[in-house]
């Protein structure tokens, strides 16, 4: 999966899909998967670089990624 070329993100953790103009915020982890949905990765690599990152139980990232994939694919912003 991958983040559509065509969508706008800033370090502040801003997201602008000009497609439809809508935007959204999200918090620090959420600008962090964002950065690493640039680069065209799996659900399992991306679970890790976020593990790598922060100190959270494995079950419990794993659903909250999946969660906010989810909501990504539900806003258009990821290609699979």
């Known amino acids: 999966m991958k983040l559509k070329k065509n969508i706008a993100t800033s370090e502040a953790g801003l997201i602008f899909n000009p497609g439809t103009g809508d935007s959204f915020s999200v918090n620090e982890v959420g600008r962090d998967i964002l950065t690493i949905l640039k680069e ?36 258009n912003l990821i290609d699979d």
């Open 40 to 75: 065209n990765i799996t659900t399992e690599e991306l679970i890790g670089k976020v593990s790598e990152k922060y100190d959270a139980e494995k079950m419990q990232l794993e659903r909250d990624i999946d969660d906010f994939v989810t909501m990504l694919h539900e806003y």
